[in-house]
């Protein structure tokens, strides 16, 4: 049989249920700030490893734009020492061109001077000196012939010079005193152009075959040396 709870036992007992009480709510309540402090130590924590990561990419992107830039520097030195080179071989090929073309050059003007000489030497073979016979004396000949012989000696000129005079004049004029070409306007027995240069001489040069004669032989001398002369380029020419 038990007995009625005294005061002190109930006051005992409402102490034990209130310590309970209070021992739990602060349970509760260390419970609760730890969740809390763990939460936040958690959020911490997130933010933390947000940040490194947030830091790794930004390093890494700026690994990437660094290898970026050092390819575009690789590239451009290369497009640059390729652009260089090419400039080099234009300027080469351009030079070799420039040699060519001056080799070319100077080969033409070495045919041209090769052929213009082969065609004076070919002109030179077919005219040849009067080789044929020699006149003992002047009166062999008759007429104006005989009187271009006479001042012909008398101007200097061996009488070996004769024949070419002969034959130089026998095809300018016939050693006609009045031959006349109206296209030149060439006169007289040794063809002067115009004929009035015979003047020089004397008055009567349109009728006097000796002043024609006279006139004739000092301009062969001036300008061939000698009748032979004058008779070589009348026939590698066709005038004189």
Not at 25 to 38: E, I, K, N, P, T
Not at 44 to 62: D, F, H, I, K, S
Not at 66 to 90: F, I, P, T
Not at 224 to 231: L, Q
Request: with cysteine.
């Amino acid at each position: 049989m038990s007995l009625p709870p005294t005061k002190g036992n109930f006051v005992s007992r409402l102490w034990s249920r209130f310590g309970a009480r209070t021992a739990a709510v602060a349970l509760l309540s260390v419970g609760v700030a730890g969740g809390f402090y763990l939460g936040e130590d958690r959020q911490n924590q997130q933010q933390g490893r947000t940040a490194q990561v947030g830091l790794e990419v930004e390093q890494a992107e700026y690994a990437y734009q660094r290898e970026r830039l050092s390819d575009h520097r690789v590239d451009s030195s290369r497009q640059r020492a390729a652009e260089y080179q090419a400039k080099l071989r234009a300027a080469a090929a351009a030079k070799e061109a420039a040699e060519r073309a001056r080799k070319a050059e100077a080969a033409a003007a070495t045919r041209k001077k090769e052929r213009a000489a082969a065609e004076e030497a070919e002109k030179e073979a077919k005219v040849k000196p009067y080789d044929g016979p020699i006149p003992s004396s002047c009166a062999e000949y008759s007429g104006n012939r005989k009187i271009g012989c006479a001042i012909m000696l008398d101007k200097g000129f061996g009488i070996d010079q004769f024949p070419c005079l002969d034959k130089l004049w026998t095809k300018e004029s016939g050693w006609n005193p009045k031959a006349a070409n109206s296209s030149s306007g060439a006169y007289g027995i040794p063809q002067a152009v115009p004929g009035s240069k015979m003047a020089s001489v004397a008055d009567d040069w349109k009728t006097n075959p000796a002043t024609q004669i006279t006139w004739g032989l000092g301009y062969i001398k001036g300008r061939y040396d000698t009748p032979c002369g004058a008779w070589q380029k009348s026939q590698s020419s066709g005038w004189y």
